[in-house]
Nanobody, 121 residues
Framework: VQLLASGGGLVQAGGSMRLSCTIS??????MGWFRQAPGKEREFVAA????????YYADSVKGRFTISRDNAKSTVNLQMNSLKPEDTAVYYCAADPRLVLTMRAEQYADWGQGTQVTVSS
């Protein structure tokens, strides 16, 4: 099982960035994104169910971030708009074969390596 995240980098505040995560090795029911800023705990960002219809978002990103998935390509994407300096963090994709959507990190079995997102002011 491998989750490979890509798309991070440096962007100015107010800009946009798209993260992608390609998953290989198994079929996943739920997929999500988490992030961890320096000195802070890992926090939930967004999650999407198998069909792509059910989605959860952290309050801090609602209206700015959009999660989507393409089951044919085994990918999950995170479109981030109106980025703020406080969005700066290492972003991790996560997946689990179960179908119950959750915001709890401990309920995701598999994780990607993380990709750095830096938003300058």
């Amino acid at each position: 099982v491998q989750l490979l995240a890509s798309g991070g980098g440096l962007v100015q505040a107010g800009g946009s960035m798209r993260l992608s995560c390609t998953i290989s090795g198994r079929t996943f029911g739920i997929m999500g994104w988490f992030r961890q800023a320096p000195g802070k705990e890992r926090e939930f960002v967004a999650a999407v169910g198998w069909s792509g219809m059910s989605k959860y978002y952290a309050d801090s990103v609602k209206g700015r971030f959009t999660i989507s998935r393409d089951n044919a390509k085994s990918t999950v994407n995170l479109q981030m708009n109106s980025l703020k300096p406080e969005d700066t963090a290492v972003y991790y994709c996560a997946a689990d074969p179960r179908l119950v959507l959750t915001m709890r990190a401990e309920q995701y079995a598999d994780w990607g390596q993380g990709t750095q997102v830096t938003v300058s002011s």
